[in-house]
């Protein structure tokens, strides 16, 4: 294991310097030298003509697949209420199902749930369903185990999950458990058919950088995915689909944990994650009352209301609003950012909007590369005209 | 209460760069900080030590250079750390990363609580934290934003998800990862300062450790880094022009044009 230089073959030409995204590679008397900090992700290997770049792994026997098959969607509820992104899952799933020619399975925990049959509407070809009254509220150590449990008698060979607050708690604990691998947040899927390998393309660095992610040998390959990334499918309700209801051995498993209470936060009138016209406010707004202002435009769309860090530090708005890198993932039809200079970590909440409107002061702001429409402006000046505008038709 | 913070040295992510027209890094100013979210970590971890006694060991599993950070953290509070280094861990996914730093947690006797971050800044996962609960059986609490009380093997939190916030109660030892919402860290004292100075950092090894070859750095990874790349940005924008007014006006007819409005 490890990477070395074939200093007899190097030629001293700087190209992997120049390719390490990490750049942790120095030219020491016209030599590469690779120092601390390389996760040996293969940049250099591959940009090198003179082959003087050796990664060495221990070689792992390929396709371990012995038994595992079907692609599996973790479906996530609330109060009895199955999310988005459960969908959105369900219709990447099938592609990949179909890709792979195998089929696709939801697994769901909760206590009556509406509208199980609409994840077979949605794509699923079967719907493993454990429906308890212990389950009513999000239990994680209740879900670690049922669902390892499920998985090593069922033996997928894919396992998916929204990239939730819930999924990103617990799902870790079942890849710890089974001992395999997990892609944390997900915005790509692929497969290399030839290997049967799930490709997971991922940010990392705040969105720096992409990174694509195998894991080899290990099953089921598991991923969690951003909410917004894919579309969902029209529901097809002539679909055919199994539900296999699985039993749920109380006795079995206790939660070591205990949830007291819950506090909603019901500033979050529309649901961001779902909104098809989003709102933001930033920085620019420059204290808390002129949050109305946002509030106002937001009223007028019917759209949710967002917000980049800053107003969330300075506490003019609640965290459940905040969108980007460590808030939400959105993806609406129209995003309108006002007063947000568009940092990567800002961006990587709304790259999946179908049109983002920017409006700031200034010309040289990087929310204008990604925006659809730009106006150059003070806020405050352009916010209102547009809504006594949007008021007069 | 005997307490275990989980830091990781990684390269500051603002100042990560790339040139446009070459499409790399732009090296220079690229300086190693403490993962930001883990400052959270140990000052809530020195915090709940002032207030019901204790020691913190801050812990990190990294390269050599690490140790400073780890010094750092000495300042503002930890009274011992150890640093897992070792080319063997090299390479290491989260499920690798979260086994050896529960093969040496494991080590550290009598501890009540581990606290991450929520999430590194270069990974970018917040898989480390469950992870290594689970490798140490151990409850888990994710997005920890305040520690209402602790008492004798039992401690009541607040945290933060999606829709809102949630208390639980669950039973000690247990695994937490906290969000900067939780505390303000403080700056180093003079007298940590001092004490960082002339602090022994202990590194301990695979060999001390003790651990299975096959299960560290790269070897014992599941997951492999196959391609980077960097994204790309679709540069579609357009600015509006004329005076306000017309902007807006045109702004609107574009958006009931494209039927979104
Ligand atoms: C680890 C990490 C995680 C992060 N996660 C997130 C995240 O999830 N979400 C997030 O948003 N950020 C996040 N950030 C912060 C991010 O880097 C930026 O600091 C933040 O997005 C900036 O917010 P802003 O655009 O509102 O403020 P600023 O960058 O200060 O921009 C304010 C903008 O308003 C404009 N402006 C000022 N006055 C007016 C006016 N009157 N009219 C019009 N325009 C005006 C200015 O020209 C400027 O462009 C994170 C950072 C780190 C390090
Ligand atoms: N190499 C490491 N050494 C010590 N702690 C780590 C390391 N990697 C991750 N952690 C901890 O786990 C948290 C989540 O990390 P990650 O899963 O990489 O996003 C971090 O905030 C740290 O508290």
Partial sequence: MGIKVDLDKCTGCSICVSVCPFAIIEMIDDKAQIQEGCTLCGACQEACSYEA????????????????????????????????????????????????????????????????????????????????????????????????????????????????SLGRSFIPRVAAVLRTGLTADCTGLDIDTEKRLLLQTRPTFGGNIMATIICQTRRPQMATVRPRVFKKNTPNNNRQGQIIKVDFKKEAVTSRTKLLSFIEDITEKVKLEDADIIVSGGRGLGKPENFKLIEELGGVLGAAIGSSRPPVDEGWVAYSHQVGQTGKTVGPKLYVACGISGAVQHLAGISTSEIIIAINKDPDAPIFEIATYGIVGDLFQVVPMIIKKLKSE | MNIVVCLKQVPGTTQVKINPQTNTLIRQDIKNIVNPFDTYALEEGVRLKE??????????MGPPQAEGMLREAIAAGADQTILLSDRAFAGADTLATAYTLAQAIKKIEGYDLVICGRQTIDGDTGQVG????????????????????????????????????????????????????????????????????????????????????????????????????????????????????????????????????
């Fill in chain 1, 53 to 164: 770049i050796l990664i060495e792994v221990t070689t792992e026997t390929p396709t371990p697949n012995n038994g595992h098959h079907g692609i599996w969607v973790f479906a996530e509820q609330r109060d009895g209420r199955l999310k988005n992104v459960d969908y959105e899952l369900l219709a990447k799933g099938r592609e990949l199902a179909d890709t792979l020619k195998t089929d696709l399975s939801a697994v769901c925990f909760g206590h009556n749930v509406s509208e199980i049959d609409q994840l077979v509407a949605y794509g699923a070809d079967k719907v493993y369903l454990i429906n308890n009254p212990a389950l009513v509220a999000n239990q994680e150590d209740l879900y670690t185990s049922e669902l390892t449990r499920l998985i090593q008698e069922y033996r997928p060979e894919i396992l998916l999950a929204g990239a939730t």
């Fill in chain 2, 51 to 60: 207030r019901y006694g204790g020691k913190v060991t801050a812990i990190s």
């Fill in chain 2, 130 to 261: 469950p992870e290594l609960a689970e490798e140490l059986g151990l409850p888990f609490i994710a997005y920890v934003n305040k520690i209402e009380e602790t008492t004798t093997g039992q401690m009541r939190i607040q945290r933060m998800i999606e829709e809102g916030h949630e208390l639980i109660e669950t039973p000690l030892p247990a695994v937490i990862s906290v969000v900067k919402e939780i505390n303000v860290p403080r700056l180093p004292s003079l007298r940590g300062i001092i004490k960082a100075k002339d602090a022994i950092i202990p590194v301990w090894t695979a060999h001390n450790l003790g651990v299975d070859p096959s299960m560290v750095g790269l070897d014992g990874s599941a997951t492999r880094v196959v391609k980077i790349f960097f994204p790309e940005r679709v540069r579609h924008g357009e600015k509006l022009q004329g005076d306000l007014e017309d902007q807006v006006a045109s702004l609107i007819e574009k958006l009931r044009k494209s039927r979104v409005i």
